[in-house]
């Protein structure tokens, strides 16, 4: 078959590099293994947990049970769709293959096909993999046997292809409108359309009315909102349907069935029509060069008097790689979607069922203040895992220029390690600050939160710039992919320790404080407290200064 054909060389190269990491890097395959295993234990037992709960519940269980696979397989769909946007536009028109492949006898159905599945398995192997431990946790705890498994592959797998189908009809489009290496036009209507469609779902979904049954007039408003679609039109709820008939209900509905392979044939269909009447278009414009962004009388007016006062090649530094962030729209395109997801964010912590009314325990509000510094350090380490830790890597061959000048490799991390930590602070800021006014926090967990975020985001800063000189990507084509590689694994489990440690050690004032609170005593500064500060302080000072020091010595130890 000639879509085999096509792939093979892929699929070639794909086998090659395992065998190549089997043969020479045998920890890093046991260390993602190890990190993988330990991530599907966690989201097995965390949904094990929650679906065991709901069982239990009489008559409701099933219904919200069904409900949560709903929003899961709802969010999945969304994610897709921006996911294979985005990848389309790489395999259709910017891959190394394309010239070849084009310019042979290959028929253009083979040739859409296969590229219709790299794009499918590029942007759905992560959402896959997610999946796996929710579907075991339903299998486990809903009785549903060795056959769940591949009754869940032939119910999933139509979910996974309209997504892809859809994503790449809609990049065909946007190349035939723009250049596809004008990707700023075309990542700017992805990212503000991904951002509206993402508020839009969230809205209709209204996911905290099922936490909050106290405002719902009767039972029965409840039970009828759970037993009701969020879109009957969704491939989401047909696959929430057939798979809760299967384990609850113990029969096979054909119908959810037919309709999610049905459709995804149809839109296969439609999408090769669509490709075979606008693909040599849209190839053709894709060959078109770039368009500038960034104009120079632009920085003359705004950059330079802030800049002024530092050296000439740290001044330098800052303004290059500032230019190269606004040049690459892959790059600051995302900063849409992080502000959507903040503002998002901020209201999860609105809508938690604390707001009622009601007079909220002192207990719980201390207790969700503290534990939004671990949430907001995650988020800022996920933040930083895609656009700091990339830094290094994006200076690909220019690197060797670098060391081979007479420029100071101190200011080129420095300056590096400053337009990355000042623009995450306001973010961290913005988030620690809104969220303890919302929580109406006491002046005490006020100042630790402050304190403690400024001090883990100059901690993760340095932490994602150190390992990314570790750990460089230099020959990479696409920056997304960068922090998914071994060394954006490793900064991941390396952040994640250090909030773990900043939380425990924090832990002992802030049970201190409580306890004087409840008695009823004046808060007093302890040496246990003013110990647990000062540690803190401490570890964050060391994975300041150490992995920018380590980072700085590998760089000076780079060959090409």
């Known amino acids: 078959m000639a879509t085999a054909h096509i792939l093979r060389p892929k699929l070639q190269t794909f086998m090659a590099r395992i065998r190549h990491r089997e043969s020479s890097s045998g920890i890093k395959t046991l260390v993602i293994g190890g990190v993988g295993l330990i991530f599907w234990t966690m989201v097995f037992a965390v949904t094990y947990r929650m679906l065991n709960y709901f069982r239990g519940v009489p008559e409701i269980g099933p219904l919200l049970a069904g409900k949560l696979l709903g929003l899961i397989l709802l969010s999945f769909i969304s994610i897709l769709l921006l996911s294979n946007v985005i990848t389309a536009l790489s395999s259709f028109f910017l891959a190394h293959d394309l010239d070849l492949l084009v310019s042979s006898p290959v028929d253009w159905l083979h040739l859409y096909l296969a590229k219709l599945g790299e794009t499918l398995l590029h942007s759905s192997w992560m959402v896959a993999l997610m999946a796996l431990p929710i579907f075991t946790a339903y299998g486990v705890v809903f009785d549903g046997g060795w056959l769940f498994a591949p009754f869940v592959f032939v119910v999933f797998l139509p ?46 979904v209204r996911p905290e009315r099922i936490t909050r049954p106290e405002g719902f007039q009767n039972l029965l408003d409840f039970i009828t909102i759970l037993r009701t679609p969020t879109s009957p039109w969704l491939p989401s709820e047909w696959a929430t349907s057939s798979i809760m008939n299967y384990l609850v209900a113990g029969r096979l509905d054909p119908l959810p069935i037919v309709l999610l392979w049905s459709t995804a044939a149809s839109f296969v269909v439609l999408g090769s029509l669509l490709h075979r009447a606008a693909y040599a278009n849209g190839f053709t414009k894709a060959q078109e060069g770039a368009e500038r962004f960034v104009k120079g009388r632009f920085w003359r007016v705004i950059l330079y008097p802030i800049v002024h006062p530092l050296s000439v090649s740290k001044r330098e530094f800052v303004i290059k790689d500032i230019k190269l962030f606004f040049r690459d729209t892959t790059q600051w395109s995302q900063l849409i979607l992080l502000g959507v997801l903040v503002i ?56 060797w220029l670098l060391r ?157």
């Open 404 to 560: 081979s000048s007479p420029l100071d490799l101190r200011a080129l991390i420095w300056s590096k390690y400053w337009i990355g930590t000042i623009p995450l602070l306001v973010l961290a800021l913005v988030i620690t600050i809104f969220t303890n006014i919302l929580l109406q926090a006491t002046p005490f967990m006020m100042g630790v939160s402050v304190g403690t975020i400024i001090l883990l985001t100059l901690s993760i800063s340095a932490m994602a710039l150190g390992f990314g000189a570790l750990f460089p990507q230099f020959e990479t084509e696409n920056a997304a992919q960068i922090p998914t590689s071994f060394g954006g694994l490793v900064f991941m489990m390396t952040t994640l320790g250090l909030l773990a440690v900043v939380i425990v050690i924090e832990a002992i004032p802030i049970s201190g404080y409580l306890q004087a609170t409840f008695v009823g005593e004046p808060i007093s500064v302890t040496p246990a407290m003013i110990g647990a500060f000062v540690a803190v302080v401490i570890v964050c000072a060391m994975a300041t200064v150490i992995p920018l020091r380590v980072g700085l010595r590998r760089m000076e130890q780079f060959e090409f």
């Open 344 to 399: 998002i964010y901020l209201f999860n912590i609105r809508a938690l069922p604390l707001f009622t009314g009601e007079e909220v325990p002192f207990f719980l509000i201390t207790v969700i203040s503290f534990l939004n510094l671990a949430l907001a350090g995650f988020v800022l380490a996920a933040i930083a895992a895609r656009f700091i830790f990339p830094a290094i890597s994006l200076e690909g061959r220019q690197m």
């Open 159 to 204: 979910v996974l292809i309209v997504p892809a189908v859809i994503g790449s009809a809609v990049t065909l489009i946007l190349v035939n409108v723009f250049p596809a290496r004008r990707t700023k036009d075309i990542l700017s209507v992805i990212a503000i359309g991904a951002a509206g469609i993402l508020v839009l779902l969230f809205r209709i």
